[in-house]
């Protein structure tokens, strides 16, 4: 018997990053009222999915509200997955001179979590 490649196998035991549910990891979703002017954080997005906090300014009025690897998942419930890192950027200064934002982010809890 030869054995050659057999895709369903893969099929198996391979679960795409597209297709995971939110079963797949453990994540919280934050509330953080940010207030208006800058917010001293720095938003990336590599993968064009959803933005993610890369630095924390220690002069942010978020520090201690927001960490390193958040994931932003709206703003004033504005969807903000698929923004650029400039798009975002933006987006948050067009909104600087509101009394207040409402940042929605997802905090992996480290059960099930991978780093990004």
């Known amino acids: 018997m030869m054995f050659s490649d057999d895709p369903t196998l893969e099929d198996i035991y391979d679960t795409p990053e597209g297709n995971k549910t939110e079963e797949d990891a453990s994540f919280e979703r934050i509330s953080v009222e940010a207030p208006a002017g800058m917010l ?36 004033d419930e504005i969807d903000c997955r698929g923004m650029s890192a400039h798009q975002i950027s933006t987006f948050l200064s067009s909104r600087s001179k509101n009394p207040t934002r409402r940042l929605i982010l997802a905090r992996g809890t480290g059960i099930g979590t991978t780093a990004i």
């Open 40 to 75: 001293g954080i720095v938003l990336d997005n590599p993968r064009m999915d959803l933005p993610i906090v890369y630095a924390i300014k220690e002069t942010s009025a978020l520090h201690g509200k927001v960490r390193v690897g958040d994931l932003l998942l709206n703003v």
